[in-house]
Nanobody
């Protein structure tokens, strides 16, 4: 069972930045593609960003492209989401997820059902 723990959420003004972290004690962390999803009140969970097992490929939702950066450190068993130029519409609960799907490519990364492990989430609130 892969356990994921998110941190780094909080309250920030529009235009500000936050960095989310997602850590696991899973020793085979590098075997998992990792993703970030978010869910705002009254809305469905949506894809934000994903990174391949090696970290060499990244994927972003159009709404965050150019503002958010996903990265991973396989030596530290951690994935990050750097969020810059935050907007009030970025306000949501952010979830980290791990996918053991192999192979995984292209559109697979965007689909939540390809991720079998989820963290508890962390709240991000952007004030206007």
């Amino acid at each position: 069972q892969v356990q994921l723990v998110e941190s780094g959420g909080g309250l920030v003004q529009a235009g500000g930045s936050l960095r989310l972290s997602c850590a696991t004690s899973e020793r085979t962390f590098s075997n998992y593609a990792m993703g970030w999803f978010r869910q705002a009140p009254g809305k469905e969970r949506e894809f934000v960003a994903a990174v391949s097992r090696s970290g060499g490929n990244t994927y972003y939702a159009d709404s965050v492209k150019g503002r958010f950066t996903i990265s991973r450190d396989n030596a530290k068993n951690t994935v990050y989401l750097q969020m810059n130029s935050l907007k009030p519409e970025d306000t949501a609960f952010y979830y980290c997820a791990a996918s053991a799907r192999n192979p995984i490519s292209g559109s697979d990364y965007y689909l939540s059902y390809n991720y079998g492990y989820w963290g508890q989430g962390t709240q991000v609130t952007v004030s206007s």
